[in-house]
């Protein structure tokens, strides 16, 4: 049905079926991580191995988010929604009846790849729905689903594994894929079919060995000491390989993976840029802060959720006051008002200490939560304001990559920076602490930390270690919050946007 022959509760039931859809494989991103110390009890697994539960899912789902806008374009996005939302569900459904390791991570990737088109689908399905003077509004209920799921997930996972069992984090997707299905199949009209020319499958092979290999580099880098390791090189060397081979390949050949036409469009390219920034700050933050709280801070799991979950609260406050701002204040502004607050916010987390109040941690996660809300709504809709409607639905996929590929790139460097820093902060700090420093005879010293006995050596170190950690983790809160200041300058090279006249009518009702 075109845009503008749409009811208003036409849209709200597209609307809320595509909600629930961009929530569940969002959600499961960060659901698990709180709850894999009770799996890998249940399973027998070491913690190497039972991080395969994240890595899988998360390798999974970005190597078939490229592929979403092709898959739909050839064979209508309705069906591919129903597809996957089925497949997603079942999936779940799996791992949650998982009873050994290799089971449980073969059903992730299936889950991974099933919900990997959910999310860039739905950011279509929504730009086509509305009318382009109510994108921004369309931008922040999808942008609810993106930026507040992740955050929501630990506080959930924490809750149920406390309270139930671990493979409820998987059962409860049977509820929502029931009630998105069937919103699918009753209020979502398919998309016309596009089958002309050969399906490119060199291009989609060589993106998806790219971003797989990367992925797992990404992931694994750390834990096997980087380029140390034969794998991580093997893995580096295979990504830049197949990612040289697919570039050549589609600027050469006749009917590409994916156009390049795309990544023409200005407000595009640099949307593409900026939203991989987001993708390093917001994940970036949420992979350090559990850490913190609960190894530095003593927080038990459950309560590490519920002092995170603020910051949820900021971003959907963010996401409705710039949903009625952005149709008379330029974008650009909105995005450098938000990357303000996301650099405030890292900054007073640059000075936290592990004696730090509650209410400072949940004020600034707050804050934060308010800079992602004002920078995701406006960054969404400049950047398909002038791109073809053509183009559309492959550019939604790249838009979800390029925030995954970011929010993977800013994990693995955050944390290997945390496990660098801790050793070199440890090591001077331990080197001025000799028994004739005069700081070790003072009387205010705990009695447990006596440098003459065996249990007080190892209370100091204990001690050292945890200062060690506390000014690894600010180094790290202080390098994300330089990447938001000096991702501000690219908005001076974003024109503002003049949307591009079509045939379709973008009209009120």
């Known amino acids: 049905m075109p845009v503008a022959r749409r009811s208003t509760l036409d849209r709200g039931l597209i609307t809320a079926s595509i909600m ?28 190497d191995q039972i991080n395969w539960v994240l890595t899988s899912y998360i390798v999974a789902t970005a190597i078939m988010t490229a592929p979403a806008g092709a898959l739909a374009a050839r064979l209508g996005r309705r069906r591919v929604f129903v597809v996957a939302v089925v497949g997603f569900t079942v999936a779940s459904m799996l791992c949650g009846a998982a009873s050994s390791l290799v089971e449980l991570v073969l059903f992730r990737v299936l889950q991974g ?51 139930y069992d671990w493979r409820w984090i998987f ?31 060199f291009g989609f092979i060589a993106l998806c060995v790219a971003i797989g290999a990367l992925q797992l580099m990404l992931d694994r880098g750390e834990s096997q000491d980087w380029f140390a390791s034969t794998e991580i090189v093997v893995e580096a060397v295979a990504a830049a390989l197949f990612l040289y081979m697919f570039l050549v390949h589609m600027f050469t050949t ?10 023409w469009d200005r407000n595009f390219a640099f949307g593409l840029i900026l939203v991989f920034v987001v993708g390093v700050v917001h994940l970036g933050t949420l992979v350090l802060l559990p850490p913190f709280l609960q190894n530095l801070m003593g927080f038990p799991a459950l309560t590490t959720g519920y002092v995170i979950a ?81 183009y559309r639905t492959e550019g939604t996929a790249m838009f979800s990559l390029m925030r995954n590929i970011g929010g993977s790139i800013g994990i693995s460097v955050v944390v290997t920076l945390l496990t660098q820093d801790i050793q070199v902060a440890h090591m001077e700090i331990a080197n001025g602490l000799t028994p004739f420093h005069a700081a070790l005879h003072g009387p205010w010293l705990p009695g447990t930390w006596d440098w003459r006995t065996a249990a007080g050596v190892a209370a100091l170190d204990g001690e050292v270690t945890r200062q060690a950690a506390t000014i690894a983790f600010l180094n790290d809160f202080t390098l994300l919050m330089w990447l938001a200041v000096l991702s501000t300058p690219l908005l001076l090279l974003v024109p503002k946007a003049k949307p591009q006249k079509t045939a379709t009518a973008f009209v009120e009702d």
């Open 20 to 47: 629930l859809t961009t929530i569940m494989p969002l959600l499961d991103t960060t659901i698990a991580n709180v709850a894999l110390p009770s799996m890998q009890g249940n399973l027998s697994a070491t913690r």
């Open 254 to 263: 006749r009917h590409p993976f994916l156009e390049p036409g795309l990544f």
């Open 310 to 390: 603020p910051r949820g609260l900021g971003t959907m406050v963010g996401l409705i006051l710039v949903s009625r701002a952005a149709r008379k204040i330029d974008g650009r502004l909105l995005i450098l008002f938000g990357m303000i607050f996301n650099a405030f916010s890292l900054w007073e987390l640059s000075g936290f200490t592990a004696e730090v109040p509650v209410m400072t941690i949940v004020w600034t996660g707050f804050v934060q939560g308010l800079g992602l809300g004002f920078v995701f709504v406006p960054l969404s809709t400049m950047a398909f304001a002038t791109l073809a409607p053509r």
């Open 113 to 163: 790849g099933f919900g990997a088109a959910l999310v860039p689908l739905s950011q279509a399905v929504l730009l086509d729905t509305y009318p382009r003077e109510k994108h921004a509004s369309a931008m922040a209920v999808w942008g609810l689903g993106v930026m507040v799921g992740p955050i929501l997930g630990p506080t959930l996972g924490g809750y149920i594994t406390e309270f």
């Open 171 to 201: 059962y409860i997707n049977l509820p929502l894929g029931i009630l998105a299905l069937l919103g699918i199949l009753a209020f979502v009209p398919e998309t016309p079919r596009h089958a002309a020319g050969s399906f490119d499958y």
